[in-house]
């Protein structure tokens, strides 16, 4: 690649995408990724997502209900 240089010795152009990517940590580039995945999913797979959010909410208000229940059954 053929960059022209400035007087400085450094590139004219501005630097590249994938060189500012390169400079993120590995944490903040798993993260980065790991969010664009998750928001790939959700947006392909929308209404089951939240069939699956409301499921596992009344699935959890259930247990939470017949716990109360058994726990008010022991102390009478």
């Known amino acids: 690649m053929n960059a022209r240089r400035a007087r400085s010795g450094r590139p004219t152009e501005p630097p590249r995408r994938e060189a500012v ?3 993120l940590s590995t944490t903040a580039a798993r993260c980065r990724r790991t969010a664009c995945d998750l928001t ?7 209404r089951a997502a939240a069939d699956q959010f409301l499921r596992g909410a009344c699935y959890g208000a259930g247990t ?12 009478r």
């Open 40 to 46: 790939r999913w959700l947006s392909r797979r929308r």
């Open 21 to 23: 990517r390169r400079r």
């Open 64 to 75: 939470a209900v017949a716990g109360l229940v058994a726990v008010w059954l022991q102390t």
